[in-house]
C-alpha cells in the first residue's frame, strides 16, 4: 500500500478492474493477481513487445533532440564565423555603384575631385571584399569557433566521407573542417588528450612570411615623435578602438605633408635600427596607413614659429590662385614653364618644393660622417642643402667676403682692360692710353687683393680661395631658376596673401602679431613669394642643422658628459589666495629640466636614464632664476657622478632668459665655480625648440588647477603647490586625464576652503595685508 500510495479498500477495488480486464473473471486478489501478471510479463513475445514500443519512443525523442542541438549549433557557428549581414553586405554593394557612378560623372579637370572618388571607390570595395570574406573574427570568438566544431567533428569524418554532410548540417565551410580534422588526427596520433587540443587551439595563428607588425610600431611610434605635441587639454584626441572602447591621446600637428614625412622615416635613424635589427623593408603605403588619428594637419595658426608660418601660408595662397589664373588665361601660359605637369607648377604645392626647385641645380649635399645609425643595413641619410646656396650669412666673414668679391671685381677689370689694349691701334696717343689704363687696373687689382688677403686672415685665418669659396652660390636661387610668367607677374589682375599684422592685445596695452587677409596684385604676390623664400629658406637651413646637431650630441655624449632640455613651461596663478581688491594673485613661475646621462650600451644597445626636475618660485622667470636651478642641478649630478666634466643645456633663443649678458657670464664663470665643469650652451632656432620639457610641465598647472575646481585642494602659495606635486604628481603621468588623477582624493572640508589667515600669507602680501588694514 505504501509503494503505490493507495488505500487498501481502492487497491482491490484496482485488482478486482484488472482481472475482469485480462482474464473475465476474479474478485480483486492481491497475491493470485500479482501471480498472474509475473507469468504474463515473463513471456519472451511480451518481453519483445515491451522493448520495441520503449525503443522507438526514446530514439525518435533522441533524434528530436539531436536535430534542434545541430540546428543551435549551426547558429551559434554561423555567428561566430563573421559579424556581417546580408544587409551590410547589400549596403557595401551599394556604396561601391554609388562610388563608381560619382567617379564617372567627375568633371576630367577636376583632379581633386577624381582623387578624392578614387579614394572613395577604393575605400568602398576593401570593404565590400572584406564582407564578402565573412569579415573578421575576435580572438575569443575564433576560439569558441573552433573549440565547439572540434567537438562536433569526428576524427574520422573525411575517412569516412562525412564533411559533405557535416558541412550541410552546421552551415560551415570546407576548408574550416579540413583544418579541424587534421589538427584532431595530429593530437590523436602523438597520443595526446582533449586538452591538449584545446591548448592548440588557443595559440596564436603563426605569422606569415611578409608580417610586418613590428615595422608598423615603428612607423606609429614615428609619426608622434616626428610631428610637435600640443600641450592644451581640451584638444585631447578620442579615439574609438572597439565597441564602447575608447582611448585618449594629446593632438599632434602636422606640418609637413605625407610624402615629406615618408621621406625623412626612411632616411631616418628609427628605419634604420629596425632594419638592423632584422625587419623586412616596407613601402609608403605602410607608413600612410599607420598615421594615428591624433595627427592634425597644422593649420595656419598652428606654428609657433612666425617665419614658417607666413612662409606656408604664402606658397599655399600663390598655389591656389595659380590653377585659377591659368584657367582664366585658357589654360596656356607663354612663358612655358607654367604648362601642366612641369617643375614649375609643381614647386608651388609646399614650400619645401618650392626650395628645392630653386636649387634643383646644386642640389642637397650628402654627409654620410654625421649618420647617427651606422651599420652593413644601416638605411639613414644625412643630406642638407648647401649654406652658400641658402645664402645664410656669416657676421664674422662678410668684411673678408665683400673684398674678396671687390678683388674678383678688380681682376675681372684688369682682363677688360687687356682685351681693349690689344684691341687698340699698336702706335700712337690711343695704345699709350690702353697702357695707362691697364697699368692702373692692375694697380688697383693689386690693392683689392692685398686687402682681401688681410680681411682673410683677420677673420680665422682663411686664404682668399676660402673665403670666395664661402661667398654665396652663383647656380642656384632665385635670381638663376625663378621663371617670369606674364600671367603670375600681371600688376593690374587682383591676388590675396597673408601678412603678420598687430592687433591689441587682451590687456589692452600691447600687440599681437596675428595673419590677416591683404588684397593686391599678383605681382605684389610673386614679390611676396620672393621675400618669403629669402627669409625662409636660411631660417629653415639653421633649423635643420641645429636640430641634427642636438640629436648628433643626445646619440654620442660619453659618461662624464649630460645633457639638459630645460625652458619655463608654466606659470600657476594662485587665485585662491587672499588678495585686495583688484590686486592680481601671487604667480609661480615653473621651469623644467630633463636630464640624461649616464649612457651604456645593453645587448648591443645603447640606453640613458633621463630624470625630470620641476622647480617652482615666486621669482621671476629670468637668467638669474635658471642659472640658480642649474648650478643645483650639476651640483647633484657631480656628487652622483665622479667623471663629470661636461654639461650640453639646450634652450631656445629668449634674451631674457639664455641669450644674454647674465648668462654668458654665468657660463664663462662656471668652470671655476664648479670645480672645472664646463658649459656647452646649444640655442635652436627661433620657434623651433619643442619637447618633452613642454608637456611635463603642464601636467603640475592642469592637475592642481582641477583639483582646486572640484574643491579637492586649496594651493594658496608656492609651497603649497610643490607639496602637491610631490604627493599627486611624483612621476610624470601619460595618458591619464587630469579629472582621473584627482578623482580618488578626498573632498575638503569647508574650514579648509575659506580665505586664509594675514598669518600664513607670504611676507609680501602680509605686508601689504598690514598697510591696507592701518589705513
Not at 127 to 152: P, Q
Not at 466 to 471: C, D, G, K, M, T
Not at 537 to 559: C, G, K, N, V
Request: charged share 30%.
Amino acid at each position: 500500500v505504501e509503494d503505490v500510495g493507495m488505500t487498501p479498500t481502492r487497491l482491490r477495488q484496482l485488482v478486482a478492474q484488472i482481472e475482469a480486464t485480462l482474464f473475465g473473471a476474479g474478485r480483486g486478489q492481491m497475491d493470485r493477481t500479482q501471480l498472474l501478471f509475473a507469468a504474463l510479463l515473463e513471456r519472451p513475445a511480451v518481453k519483445r513487445l515491451r522493448n520495441f514500443g520503449t525503443a522507438s519512443l526514446r530514439k525518435r525523442k533522441e533524434s528530436d533532440v539531436t536535430a534542434k542541438m545541430l540546428a543551435s549549433a549551426r547558429h551559434v557557428l554561423a555567428d561566430l564565423s563573421s559579424r556581417d549581414s546580408r544587409a551590410s553586405r547589400e549596403e557595401a554593394e551599394r556604396e561601391v555603384q554609388s562610388a563608381q557612378a560619382a567617379l564617372d560623372a567627375a568633371d576630367d579637370e577636376d583632379e581633386q575631385e577624381i582623387i578624392r572618388q578614387t579614394q572613395r571607390l577604393t575605400k568602398a570595395k576593401t570593404a565590400a571584399a572584406a564582407l564578402a570574406n565573412r569579415g573578421t573574427k575576435t580572438a575569443g570568438a575564433k576560439l569558441a569557433f573552433e573549440t565547439i566544431l572540434a567537438a562536433l567533428v569526428p576524427n574520422d569524418a573525411k575517412e569516412s566521407e562525412m564533411l559533405r554532410t557535416i558541412e550541410r548540417i552546421l552551415g560551415v565551410n570546407r576548408e574550416q573542417l579540413c583544418r579541424t580534422t587534421s589538427r584532431k588526427r595530429s593530437i590523436a596520433e602523438a597520443g595526446h588528450t582533449a586538452e591538449a587540443l584545446v591548448e592548440a587551439l588557443g595559440k596564436e595563428r603563426k605569422r606569415r612570411k611578409d608580417w610586418r607588425g613590428e615595422g608598423r610600431k615603428v612607423c606609429v611610434e614615428y609619426w608622434h615623435s616626428a610631428t610637435r605635441l600640443d600641450t592644451n587639454p581640451r584638444k585631447r584626441k578620442r579615439i574609438r578602438i572597439g565597441r564602447a572602447k575608447y582611448k585618449e591621446h594629446w593632438r599632434h600637428i602636422q606640418f609637413d605633408t605625407n610624402e615629406a614625412m615618408a621621406m625623412q622615416f626612411f632616411q631616418s635613424a628609427e628605419y634604420s635600427d629596425y632594419i638592423n635589427r632584422g625587419g623586412l623593408p616596407f613601402k609608403e603605403d605602410i607608413f600612410y596607413e599607420c598615421k594615428c588619428k591624433c595627427i592634425e594637419q597644422a593649420g595656419f595658426e598652428e606654428c609657433a614659429c612666425p617665419t614658417c608660418t607666413m612662409a606656408r601660408e604664402t606658397i599655399r595662397d600663390w598655389d591656389r590662385q595659380r590653377a585659377q589664373w591659368l584657367k582664366e588665361d585658357g589654360g596656356k601660359c607663354k612663358c612655358g614653364s607654367c604648362s601642366e605637369g612641369s617643375e614649375y607648377r609643381k614647386a608651388s604645392r609646399s614650400f619645401s618644393a618650392f626650395r628645392a626647385f630653386l636649387h634643383s641645380p646644386c642640389g642637397k649635399q650628402s654627409l654620410p660622417e654625421l649618420v647617427i645609425s651606422k651599420g652593413p643595413k644601416s638605411c639613414e641619410k644625412v643630406e642638407m642643402y648647401r649654406r652658400q646656396c641658402c645664402r645664410v650669412p656669416l657676421p664674422e666673414l662678410s668684411d673678408a667676403i665683400s673684398k674678396s668679391e671687390a678683388a674678383a671685381a678688380a681682376d675681372a677689370s684688369v682682363a677688360k682692360a687687356k682685351m681693349d689694349a690689344a684691341a687698340a691701334p699698336s702706335d700712337g696717343k690711343a695704345a699709350a692710353t690702353a697702357t695707362a689704363v691697364v697699368k692702373a687696373a692692375e694697380q688697383a687689382a693689386q690693392k683689392a687683393n692685398t686687402a682681401a688677403e688681410v680681411a682673410a686672415r683677420s677673420a680665422g685665418g682663411y686664404t682668399v680661395a676660402e673665403v670666395r669659396q664661402l661667398a654665396d652660390c652663383d647656380k642656384c636661387g632665385l635670381e638663376k631658376c625663378m621663371p617670369h610668367c606674364p600671367v603670375e607677374r600681371d600688376g593690374n589682375k587682383p591676388a590675396t596673401w597673408k601678412e603678420w599684422r598687430p592687433r591689441p592685445a587682451t590687456d589692452g596695452k600691447s600687440y599681437q602679431p596675428t595673419l590677416v587677409t591683404v588684397e593686391g596684385t599678383r605681382d605684389q604676390l610673386m614679390e611676396r613669394v620672393e621675400q618669403v623664400y629669402a627669409t625662409g629658406d636660411p631660417h629653415l637651413w639653421i633649423d635643420s642643422w641645429q636640430t641634427h646637431a642636438r640629436h648628433m650630441t643626445y646619440a654620442t655624449f660619453e659618461e662624464d658628459e649630460i645633457c639638459i632640455s630645460t625652458d619655463f613651461s608654466a606659470v600657476y596663478d594662485h587665485k585662491s589666495a587672499w588678495t585686495v581688491t583688484c590686486e592680481h594673485p601671487p604667480r609661480s613661475n615653473q621651469v623644467v629640466f630633463v636630464v640624461t646621462h649616464s649612457p651604456k650600451v645593453v645587448d648591443g644597445e645603447r640606453t640613458c636614464t633621463t630624470d625630470v626636475w620641476r622647480i617652482f618660485s615666486e621669482c621671476k622667470g629670468d637668467a638669474l632664476f635658471h642659472n640658480t636651478a642649474l648650478a643645483q642641478i650639476v651640483e647633484y649630478y657631480q656628487s652622483k657622478l665622479s667623471k663629470l666634466s661636461r654639461v650640453h643645456v639646450f634652450t631656445d633663443g629668449c634674451r631674457g632668459q639664455y641669450k644674454g649678458k647674465r648668462n654668458f657670464r654665468n657660463i664663462a664663470a662656471f668652470p671655476k665655480e664648479h670645480n672645472g665643469v664646463q658649459i656647452l650652451h646649444h640655442f635652436a632656432c627661433g620657434g623651433h625648440f619643442k619637447g618633452p620639457h613642454d608637456a611635463y610641465g603642464k601636467d603640475p598647472k592642469f592637475v592642481a588647477r582641477t583639483a582646486e575646481r572640484h574643491q579637492k585642494a586649496r594651493i594658496a602659495t608656492t609651497y603649497d603647490l610643490y607639496l602637491f606635486c610631490e604627493t599627486v604628481l611624483p612621476m610624470p603621468k601619460r595618458d591619464m586625464p587630469a579629472f582621473n588623477i584627482v578623482s580618488s582624493m578626498q573632498k575638503l572640508a569647508p574650514e579648509q576652503l575659506q580665505r586664509l589667515p594675514p598669518e600664513r600669507l607670504p611676507e609680501h602680501l602680509r605686508r601689504e595685508h598690514d598697510a591696507t588694514v592701518t589705513v
